[in-house]
């Protein structure tokens, strides 16, 4: 079974400031790892993906397999990064897509 | 290019009746998807199409529960009868084989209140 654990609701941090969001997984072969974002009143869309270890909008995440996680980080958070981040997991091409319940972020001025 | 389109954008019913939703998938691709996404959870797979071909449905509740995609292009879901916790976000999905389906679509989503 694969399972998907964004253990924060909520986090709140201020402009400027490093923002972790935290996601751990549950699945016995190689997953693949994705964050989705939904801004407000917008579609859900996808952030990025760990197969091409890339940086978008100053997000990056590792995949860690050794703790089973796939933390997503900024190092300068933005207020125009407020939104609902959703991690994604999918045990094989073309499999179906797992996403945790997600995590709120709010980024203060 | 157009996105997912979704129809209708709201819909509330009282239990015990039936709804169908529309989804138009972008232009070419192949694997179309729909997800339940109840509130203050993500999204949850119900079904996945290849083409006009059923990939996965194991979650989805064939008592009431029923999707197609005829000509592989657009589909419908349809619920019946529903009940009171069918109420939630149906969202539809569609992505090209040509990236083996690592990007997912999304569209705006159908928000159902059963009553």
């Known amino acids: 079974a694969q399972r998907v654990t964004q253990p924060e609701k909520l986090l709140s941090v201020f402009k400027g400031a490093p923002v972790e969001l935290k996601c751990n997984y549950s699945y016995s072969g190689s997953p693949e790892l994705f964050w989705y974002v939904q801004y407000s009143r917008q579609r859900l869309q996808l952030l990025l993906r760990h197969i091409s270890r890339e940086s978008i909008k100053g997000f990056t995440a590792d995949l860690n397999k050794g703790e089973t996680s796939f933390h997503l980080k900024k190092p300068f958070a933005q207020e125009e990064d407020s939104a609902m981040y959703y991690c994604?997991?999918?045990?094989?091409?073309?499999?179906?897509?797992?996403f945790g319940q997600g995590t709120i972020l709010t980024v203060h001025p | 290019e157009a996105g997912v389109a979704q129809s209708p954008r709201y819909k509330i019913i009282e239990k015990r009746q039936s709804v169908a939703f529309w989804c138009n998938p972008i232009s070419g691709h192949a694997t179309l998807y729909w997800y339940q996404q109840i509130l203050g959870q993500g999204p949850k797979l119900l079904i996945q199409?290849?083409?006009?071909?059923?990939?996965?449905d194991s979650q989805l509740p064939k008592d009431r529960f029923s999707a197609e995609r005829l000509k592989g292009v657009d589909s419908t879901l349809k619920i019946q009868p529903a009940k009171l916790e069918d109420s939630a976000v149906y969202l539809c999905a569609s992505s090209s084989i040509l990236d083996r389906g690592r990007t997912q679509y999304f569209g705006p989503g159908t928000r159902l209140l059963v009553l």
């Open positions: 199409f290849q083409n006009n071909g059923v990939v996965d």
């Open positions: 994604a997991l999918r045990g094989t091409s073309y499999g179906k897509l797992t």
